[in-house]
Every structure is written in C-alpha cells, then in structure tokens.
C-alpha cells in the first residue's frame, strides 16, 4: 500500500493511495490486480470568512475509490 497524505494551511487536504492485491478469483493468466483510491477535504470553518458560532467545526469532503469483487455466478 502506497499512500500521500498532504495538508495545507490545516484546510485544504488531499489523499491519495494505492494498493496492488493478488486473489487467486481474479483469473490465473494475472492474479494480480492495481486500485487507486483518493480523496479532497476542505475545513470550511478555518477560513476568515467563517464567523457563525453555532458550527465552530465544519469540513466537506469528496473520495473515489476502485475494489476488487468477485463476479458471482449462478
């Protein structure tokens, strides 16, 4: 497993990894196979135009990721 792991200024933060498995379900030509996954955050709350007390912690966050399934059969 490979990851990055990034933050600046303690809002803005970005993931990303990476993983290489072998299952013997994914085929014997190449039991191997690649996934990559990544995701962006933004805490909201530590910018300056942030001032609304009710919410003092506040942070949106997108991911994509790949898995491996086995196809069912039946």
Same mark, same amino acid.
């Given at each position: @497993?490979? +990851? @990055? ?54 942070? +949106? ?14």
């Amino acid at each position: @497993i490979k +990851l @990055i792991d990034t933050v600046y200024n303690d809002t803005y933060m970005a993931t990303f990894s990476f993983r290489r498995d072998g299952y013997s379900a994914f085929g014997t030509t190449n039991p191997y196979a690649n996934f990559f996954s990544g995701a962006l955050a933004w805490t909201f709350t530590n910018e300056n135009f942030w001032n609304w007390k009710p919410l003092s912690s506040g942070k +949106l966050r997108v991911s994509f990721g790949q898995n491996g399934n086995r196809t069912s059969r039946g």
